[in-house]
């Protein structure tokens, strides 16, 4: 079974506004890490935000915020103010704390447009 | 600035023939890990590492095998390539000791077997 699922296929947007990108995941772990990654169009893969399961907090990076719905098992994403650089790919990742094994999810991708 | 590098960038293999993907980390990071990403998907674990000298299977080890020589080097090594095995190859490292640390990744190879 998948560990991560990303529902969303593709998103568009118009630009300076805000956008929610969901992801649900599945462990049996009672602690366990969730990321969010950016693939640019060039390739590159790049860390945006980290959640730890034991913090109620929602953690937040400039215009990165996180949704954590612990009871849903569902974390999501969600950007302010987006920015044509924004348009990506976004994956959604999932560490247990009892392995060292880091599950993805498909990706979202994300074209905002001017 | 901690770092991943990967090499080659691109390759080009015949059917049948050994390629080696290397990995080389600046972080000091225990943690390695080989993931491979086809269109369209996202990002699928072939082999990770908890340190130097070891190497686990991952989702899709097959027709792979791994080396980690030292700390900072981790390579793929596919014995007897395939067409099937044309696909981006990313290499990542990472440790969750500190609060907002992260994995970080290479640049990828992109591999196509002919």
């Known amino acids: 079974a998948q560990k991560v699922t990303q529902t969303q296929t593709s998103i568009s947007v118009m630009e300076k506004t805000t956008v929610t990108m969901d992801c649900v995941y599945e462990?049996?772990?009672?602690?366990?890490?969730l990321f969010w990654y950016k693939q640019t169009a060039s390739g590159e893969i790049v860390f945006l935000i980290r959640?730890?399961?034991?913090?109620?907090e929602n953690a937040t990076v400039g215009h990165y915020s996180l949704n954590f719905q612990k009871p849903k098992s569902s974390i999501g994403l969600i950007i302010t103010a987006t920015q044509i650089e924004d348009s990506a790919v976004y994956f959604c990742?999932?560490?247990?704390?009892?392995?060292?094994?880091?599950?993805f999810g498909d990706g979202t991708q994300l074209v905002v447009k001017p | 600035e901690a770092a991943v590098t990967q090499s080659p960038r691109n390759k080009v293999a015949v059917t049948g023939g050994k390629v080696t993907l290397s990995c080389n980390q600046t972080?000091?990071?225990?943690?390695m890990y080989w993931y491979r990403q086809d269109t369209g998907h996202g990002l699928r674990l072939i082999h990770y590492?908890?340190?130097?000298?070891?190497?686990e299977k991952g989702d899709i080890p097959d027709g792979y095998k791994a080396s980690r020589p030292s700390q900072e080097n981790f390579s793929l090594i596919l014995e007897l390539a395939t067409p099937s095995q044309t696909s981006v190859y990313f290499c990542?490292?990472?440790?969750?000791?500190?609060?907002?640390?992260?994995?970080?990744f290479g640049s990828g190879t992109r591999l196509l077997v002919i």
């Open positions: 990542a490292s990472g440790d969750l000791g500190q609060s907002n640390s992260d994995y970080t």
């Open positions: 972080n000091n990071h225990n943690n």
């Open positions: 990742a999932m560490r247990e704390n009892s392995n060292n094994r880091i599950f």
């Open positions: 462990t049996q772990d009672s602690s366990y890490f």
């Open positions: 590492s908890y340190g130097a000298g070891s190497t």
């Open positions: 959640q730890d399961s034991y913090k109620k």
